[in-house]
């Protein structure tokens, strides 16, 4: 499985609540139609008086989408679906000169995230490796020190992405090497992570592995949806 971690800034004079209002009705409507696609989650940022709770990270969409195959994706965004409603929509709202993406694989998933009931809150961290490392390394302190320190804060669940760079082959490069993805029973817990020891912790573990960052707090929306257990 390959999933597709995809973000891009909105159009200027746009709001981030316009935004987000088109990116869940008619844009969700046309891609979630994309040939191939298994599962296809939104995250979107919380806003509070309408702007991103946390310091905007340099995107307003930011979405998963899963695939059987890298192949499988390539098929999707060439298929006539996609040229003729998906792109069309996308130059409606996004900047798309200013796409990001990771082609990423699950690596390691703590609890099941489809188990999940309410509306909870995702805390999305995503790094790059420290130039001066190995990205084997990030992977296991991340998947052992970092996962170990954030459940002291009883999330619901963890989930773990590592980017394939050999996904890339004939992609944009990818923008990040790992992402780390916890999911709080509301916004109070996430905040709470946030500014709490543990994280701090887990902070201080990755100093001289991760260098660059950036954080997401989010709300999913779930387009297409599939047993996430298959998922790996």
Request: charged fraction near 20%.
């Amino acid at each position: 499985m390959i999933i597709r971690f995809g973000m891009a800034p909105r159009l200027p004079g746009s709001s981030f609540e316009a935004f987000q209002k088109h990116w869940m009705t008619s844009h969700a409507d046309a891609a979630g139609a994309i040939p191939g696609l298994l599962a296809y989650t939104q995250n979107h940022s919380v806003l509070v008086e309408g702007k991103p709770l946390l310091p905007y990270p340099g995107f307003d969409a930011c979405s998963e989408l899963l695939f059987e195959s890298v192949e499988s994706m390539n098929d999707g965004f060439s298929s006539q679906q996609y040229l003729d409603s998906v792109r069309q929509d996308e130059d409606a709202f996004i900047e798309k000169s200013r796409f990001s993406l990771a082609l990423t694989r699950e690596h390691l998933a703590i609890g099941n995230v489809s188990d999940l009931s309410g509306s909870p809150v995702k805390v999305i961290t995503a790094f790059r490796c420290h130039p001066g490392t190995e990205k084997t390394l990030l992977i296991s302190t991340v998947c052992n020190e970092v996962t170990t320190a954030v459940a002291q804060d009883e999330p619901l669940a963890q989930r773990v992405l590592v980017t394939d760079n050999e996904a890339h082959a004939g992609q944009p490069p990818a923008v990040f090497d790992i992402a780390l993805m916890s999911w709080f029973p509301d916004l109070e817990k996430a905040q709470s992570h946030l500014s709490s020891a543990n994280r701090a912790r887990a902070e201080l573990a990755l100093a001289g592995i991760a260098f660059g960052r950036f954080d997401l707090l989010a709300r999913e929306v779930h387009v297409v949806k599939q047993n996430q257990d298959k998922w790996a």
